[in-house]
């Protein structure tokens, strides 16, 4: 497979600027007739051939203006259809038939229960119909869909309804019709047999918009939340972006088979049932969340996206990056900001920059790609969502929303560039961003070494800031970043945040200092007292920072700090530093012996009385094995899990009246609400819970029993059945586990859940069950979200994926391999913790190695070859 570079782009050679289509649908043989309008572009001559994208598709009939075209008018390949000489404006029509229920890629038009439905995004469509499939091609759509009144009594496209009626054969049609120009990647079509929840909303111009959720009968129950987040999305991007709905109709549709969480197609967005559907005995406070989270990102992308989109797919961040940092601040707004915050930089700092310092690691913006579903990654949505959130400090929220203004109403309607974004931001604000432009091209994370100096007799503070950024494939010299650098001084005598002086200029007690150069200090003057800086608050940039701090600044930040982001921070370095000792304890093989200053710490925490019991979960919390490894220069997966137990059992038991005490101060009875409280309370008691089942404490597993079979919500039920099974206690789990698996039988989405539940635990017998697991009748390699909650949740528990017989690695090749045939964008994804292998030890390095060329001995998909290319480069 050849690459595609950003800088071959050439604007589309013909236009279409009206597209109808019909699908008459059946399982085997569904027909699609195509009518296109195309025009050519004035710029372009005559001769150019036209070239539309088709795959897997069989072509039965092609007019032009009406006549059947010759054989020798055009050409027919895997990849699409050439059309020579074609007239300058005229309608083409096309007949192809496909064969939805062979579609296990689920891209393009496939069934998932039965159900017809699409994913195009990004290049599905080709396998509908024969078109340029390219985001910067935006036509109107009218669209017919034919299909059985019995199987299919509902039949949805994008857009407004616009007639229906029957046919002959038990067979029945709606046409819809969409206004809104759109690029073919935002088509969608579902029919099914499908209940539906109605709401409305008016928008802030006074259309009413009826809001439609469309689920199979079993799942109405699970509604509501989707349905409330929705309008509360709505509400927020008025009041706070000014953005508008722009039709009469918004449907959500949940469907069980689908490789992402969801899809912003116009009017009808198509979402995996995963990403939708909850409810408190079913779903837990993270699926709540999460749901919100996804409806508000789907529904934003309505302007972020839609109305505005790209141009070519190397602009994915644009659409991409600003919407998650849309949906960021939307659950910051409506839940508890500062938590909002710490998940998604410990997530950030764990996953993203794991990619950035892998072969995978590529630029916000790619300049080239084999695949593009492979660069649906964590850096072009989260790093691009960092760097929106820089964007919006740089210039201030007022005239990033003005800036956002500008884009908005410039751009309407068409596909355009992250340049275009950014000049918007520029010509508002009036800031030079062009140096900062640099985060959209250069991969891999940046560090900075800082220092600093008190010089008490000229009460100054000299802060140096260093940065460099590592080298990555395909780019090693890195130029400098503009970094953004907020933070403040914290005065060690008063332990409040001291007013700053820089350069001359009072700053207040919270400066933004900007790092542009590879090195620059910046001088603080009357500083009265020797302050601890405070760096990079709030995670004012996506990069790491090393400071010196000693064990007793950062405890000092951890009770001072005014930023809660950087006290949370502070908690995590300085277990950082403990767990690095133990980590050097134990594979020295010296007795470990825990650092009384975090359990100090920690018993200071417990102490300190607190409204917002989320953070002080979050506080608790100590930094995953995932993220410890990060820090690490070579990854120890025995030492680093034997360290972090043996820090959560010294603190358990330094700690266990204090966890007890929590644990019952946070029970309730309350009917259960997805609310930031009592989410709060639920996570805060269910960590002490955690605590106190590190070390089998008798009580602990009593508490552990009563909350299992209490059964008052998913979220107490799931943790406490995790932290038996988790445990030595069989005797106990095994039959909380069968009573779980047969009680939710029926409940794909539950089954999920027990499937996660028993492929993390860390006993060695995890492996053995992933297989006997595999056999099970609910589990299926067809259905993404089964992949994901048996393979992918393995591959995460460390110790036992990382075996060191090698058999945790066979396990997933052979899952990628068998995948690369079903479902190729599932697949590139499963490997990717086997392109990682540079960070381990010789013997698991040849392990994951000996399974990369495995699976590149296979013929492969484009997705998948792509990925074992890169990672044994
Ligand atoms: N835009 C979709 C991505 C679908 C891509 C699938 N290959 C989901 C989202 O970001 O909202
Ligand atoms: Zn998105």
Redesign the pocket.
């Known amino acids: 497979p050849q690459p595609v570079y950003l800088s071959d782009y050439q604007p589309p050679a013909y236009w279409v600027t009206h597209t109808e289509l019909t699908f008459d649908l059946d399982p085997a043989q569904t027909r699609v007739k195509a009518r296109l309008s195309l025009e050519r572009h004035p710029d372009v001559d005559a001769a150019t051939p036209l070239f539309l994208n088709g795959e897997q598709l069989t072509l039965t009939s092609l007019a032009i203006d009406g006549k059947t075209l010759d054989e020798s008018a055009y050409r027919v390949d895997g990849q699409g259809l050439t059309i020579y000489n074609p007239p300058s404006a005229f309608t083409l029509e096309s007949d192809v038939t496909l064969a939805p229920e062979a579609n296990t890629a689920l891209e393009g038009l496939y069934q998932s229960s039965g159900m017809y439905c699409t994913?195009c995004?990004?290049e599905g469509f080709r396998r509908i119909t024969y078109y340029p499939d390219r985001p910067d091609v935006m036509a109107t759509f009218r669209v017919t869909v034919i299909g059985d009144k019995t199987r299919e009594p509902v039949l949805l496209a994008n857009g407004n309804p616009v007639e229906q009626g029957e046919l002959e054969g038990n067979r029945h049609f709606v046409t819809w019709e969409d206004p809104h120009p759109k690029p073919c990647y935002l088509f969608a079509l579902v029919a099914g047999d499908l209940k539906k929840i109605e709401d409305h909303f008016t928008t802030m111009n006074g259309r009413k918009v009826t809001l439609q959720l469309w689920v199979e009968a079993e799942n109405v129950a699970k509604t509501d939340h989707a349905m409330a987040s929705l309008k509360r999305a709505m509400t927020w991007d008025e009041e706070t972006y000014g953005r508008e709905y722009d039709l009469d109709l918004f449907m959500i549709v949940a469907v069980n088979d689908f490789?992402?969480?969801?899809?912003?197609n116009k009017g009808l967005n198509i979402f995996n049932s995963a990403a939708v559907l909850t409810h408190p005995d079913t779903a837990t406070d993270a699926a709540f969340q999460q749901v919100e989270g996804i409806v508000a990102?789907?529904y934003f992308?309505n302007w972020s996206g839609n109305r505005v989109t790209c141009r070519d797919w190397f602009q994915l961040s644009l659409k991409?990056g600003f919407?998650v940092f849309r949906d960021q601040c939307f659950t910051a707004d409506t839940n508890s900001a500062p938590v909002k915050r710490i998940q998604d930089v410990s997530f950030f700092r764990t996953a993203q920059f794991a990619e950035d310092a892998g072969p995978t690691a590529h630029p916000v913006r790619p300049d080239h790609y084999i695949e593009i579903?492979n660069f649906?990654t964590l850096t072009v949505y989260e790093k691009g969502a960092e760097i929106v959130r820089m964007l919006r400090n740089l210039v201030g929220w007022e005239a990033f929303r003005r800036g956002s203004d500008l884009y908005f109403s410039r751009f309407d309607g068409q596909a355009v560039t992250i340049e275009d974004f950014v000049i918007c931001m520029e010509e508002v604000s009036g800031v030079d961003l062009g140096q900062f432009m640099r985060w959209y091209e250069q991969a891999g994370t940046p560090e900075i070494d800082a220092q600093g100096e008190y010089d008490y007799a000229h009460a100054e503070y000299h802060l140096t800031l260093r940065q460099r950024t590592p080298a990555t494939p395909g780019q090693t010299d890195k130029e400098s970043l503009h970094i953004p650098v907020r933070m403040g001084l914290v005065g060690t005598k008063s332990g409040q945040d001291l007013t700053l002086t820089l350069d001359g200029e009072k700053q207040g007690k919270d400066t933004v200092v900007h790092l542009r150069e590879d090195e620059q200090t910046f001088v603080f003057t009357e500083v009265a007292e020797a302050p601890v800086p405070s760096l990079l608050r709030h995670f004012s940039a996506p990069v790491k920072m090393h400071f010196p701090y000693s064990r007793e600044d950062l405890a000092f930040l951890l009770t001072h700090d005014s930023d809660g982001f950087n006290r949370w921070d502070a908690g995590q370095r300085l277990a950082m530093l403990a767990l690095d000792d133990l980590i050097a304890a134990h594979r020295n093989g010296v007795e470990k012996v825990m650092d009384s200053r975090v359990t100090d710490a920690y018993r200071a925490l417990l102490a300190t009385p607190t409204d917002d019991k989320a953070v002080l979960a979050e506080m608790l919390a100590l930094p995953t094995e995932a993220y410890i490894a990060e820090q690490q220069p070579l990854v120890d997966i025995d030492a680093i899990h034997a360290a972090r137990e043996f820090v959560r059992q010294s603190l358990a038991m330094a700690l266990r009246d204090e966890f007890i005490a929590v644990y019952e101060a946070n029970q309730s009875n309350e009917r259960y609400a997805p609310t930031p409280e009592q989410i709060g309370q639920r996570s805060l008691k269910n960590v002490a819970l955690s605590y106190l089942m590190s070390i089998e404490d008798e009580q602990a597993i009593t508490f552990c029993q009563t909350q299992f079979e209490a059964e008052h919500n998913m979220t107490d039920v799931r943790h406490a059945l995790t932290l038996l099974v988790h445990s030595d206690r069989d005797d106990l789990a095994s039959p909380a586990l069968k009573a779980f698996g047969e009680k939710w039988s029926h409940d794909p989405l539950v089954m999920d859940q027990w499937f996660t539940i028993q492929v993390t635990r860390p006993q060695e017998d995890a492996l053995e069950r992933v297989k006997h697991l595999m056999q099970h009748p609910a589990f299926s390699l067809k259905n993404p979200n089964k992949v994901r909650a048996l393979i992918g949740s393995f591959a995460q528990n460390r110790i036992n994926f990382h075996r060191l017989d090698g058999a945790g690695y066979a396990l997933l090749a052979d899952v990628v391999i068998e995948l690369n045939r079903l479902n190729p964008?599932i697949a590139a994804r499963l490997i990717t913790p086997l392109t990682r292998w540079q960070r381990f030890d010789e013997t698991r390095q040849a392990l994951m190695h000996e399974q990369l060329e495995r699976i590149k001995a296979q013929p492969l998909s484009s997705n998948v070859y792509e990925v074992v290319e890169k990672a044994l480069a």
Do not use: K, S
């Open positions: 994913q995004e990004a490789n992402m969480g969801a899809m912003e990102h789907e992308h991409e919407t579903t649906y964008e």
